[in-house]
T-cell receptor
């Protein structure tokens, strides 16, 4: 069974608008972490945001926020005020178990294109 | 900056030849990982290391071996390269750089390997 699911292969958003990228996960481990990474066309993997399973509040990092709904096992990434430079592939990933040793399981990614 | 470099950045090799990819980090991080990225997949874990001479297998370890004789270097070896190992290989470290208690994973720039 797939542990991380990103159901949107591709998305478009108008510049300056907000966009939500979906991610659902499956785990029976009470201790886990959820990550979002950005991969621009240049190929590097850029860490964006992290949410721990015990964190009470949704994580935020600048224009990025993570809409964490634990009961629904979803961890959607919200990008506010989209910019042309946000055009990239976005990956959701999950770590099960201890934070420091974490091996990541990735979703298949969502390609986001920002229109001027 | 997590201080991770990978070498070589690009390599073309023939089927059946041995190949070694190097990951080098400058910040004395204990945990290191090798992932591969293929179209239609996110990143998948090949091997990981919890310290010098302490390594273990990941999801897609067949055909790969690793070594870590120094904290700063994590080597990935394809003993006899096959066309199915054509991929982009990413090294990662686990570190708490974002200011919180949790560990994130940070990735090197990647190595594009083509096996002909």
């Amino acid at each position: 069974a797939q542990k991380i699911t990103q159901t949107q292969p591709g998305m478009f958003v108008q510049e300056k608008e907000a966009v939500t990228l979906d991610c659902t996960y499956d785990t029976s481990d009470p201790s886990y972490g959820l990550f979002w990474y950005k991969q621009p066309s240049s190929g590097e993997m850029i860490f964006l945001i992290y949410q721990g399973s015990y964190d009470q509040q949704n994580a935020t990092e600048g224009r990025y926020s993570l809409n964490f709904q634990k009961a629904r096992k979803s961890a959607n990434l919200v990008i506010s005020a989209s910019q042309l430079g946000d055009s990239a592939m976005y990956f959701c990933a999950m770590r099960e178990g201890p934070s420091n040793t974490g091996k990541l399981i990735f979703g298949q990614g969502t390609t986001l294109q920002v229109k001027p | 900056d997590a201080g991770i470099t990978q070498s070589p950045r690009h390599k073309v090799t023939e089927t059946g030849t041995p190949v070694t990819l190097r990951c080098h980090q400058t910040e004395n991080h204990r945990y290191m990982y090798w992932y591969r990225q293929d179209p239609g997949h996110g990143l998948r874990l090949i091997h990981y290391s919890y310290g010098v001479k302490d390594t273990d297998k990941g999801e897609v370890s067949d055909g790969y071996s690793v070594s870590r004789s120094k904290t700063e270097d994590f080597l990935l070896t394809l003993e006899s390269a096959t066309s199915s190992q054509t991929s982009v290989y990413f090294c990662a470290i686990s570190a708490s750089l974002a200011g919180g208690w949790a560990y994130e994973q940070y990735f090197g720039p990647g190595t594009r390997l083509t096996v002909t």
